[in-house]
């Protein structure tokens, strides 16, 4: 695939006139999403290093408009995992200014996470695409979020309890969910 810019004399090699090529597999984006039972909401596309300050400001800014959108009452409550960034001072400070609930959540729970579920689903997605560089990857990570049925959501919230009975079953190892 070729692309052309357009650009004046002498300029053609400056960082705004060249697309970066992903080339031999390589490149990645981190994102962060949430959703509901009545589908996905907001995606984050992270650049950089993902930290409690980054953290807090996405859930300023994704969670609570996707909370409204979602039409969610105010009995939602938000579930995360116990990565430092999630439960540090400021975080938890923040979470408490901020009226946010949040679920506890115990260690080494995979099978609990039905996010997980979700991104597995948008990797595969996003791969079918094919994308060539990483406006394209972040793009399409954007395109397929969007595109998540809210059906396929529900499911994900309704068994919910069946995973948390077999990983309590399990006595906390691995499931087959």
């Known amino acids: 695939m070729s692309h052309y810019i357009w650009c004046k004399s002498n300029t053609a090699f400056q960082k705004r006139n ?3 090529t992903v080339k031999y597999g390589g490149g990645s984006v981190m ?3 949430c ?3 009545s589908g ?3 995606l984050a596309v992270v650049n ?3 930290n409690s300050t980054v953290y807090q400001k996405i859930l300023k800014e ?4 996707s909370v409204r959108a979602l039409k969610l009452k105010c009995t939602w409550v938000l579930q995360q995992d116990i990565d430092p960034k999630h439960t540090s001072k400021s975080t938890s400070e923040w979470l408490k200014k901020n009226k946010m609930k949040t679920l506890e959540w115990p260690t080494q729970s995979p099978d609990l996470n039905p996010t997980e579920m979700l991104w597995h689903d948008l990797k595969k997605a996003v791969h079918v695409q094919k994308p ?3 406006a394209e990857l972040q793009q399409f990570c954007k395109d397929e979020w969007a595109k998540i049925p809210p059906q396929r959501c529900k499911r994900l919230i309704a068994s919910y309890r069946k995973r948390l009975i077999a990983v309590v079953a399990a006595k906390s190892g691995p499931t087959s969910h």
């Open 132 to 134: 060539s560089n990483v």
């Open 18 to 20: 060249i697309i970066p």
């Open 62 to 65: 994704k969670v609570r408009p």
């Open 35 to 37: 959703f509901a039972a």
């Open 48 to 50: 950089g290093t993902m």
């Open 40 to 42: 996905p909401g907001r």
């Open 31 to 33: 994102v962060w999403g």
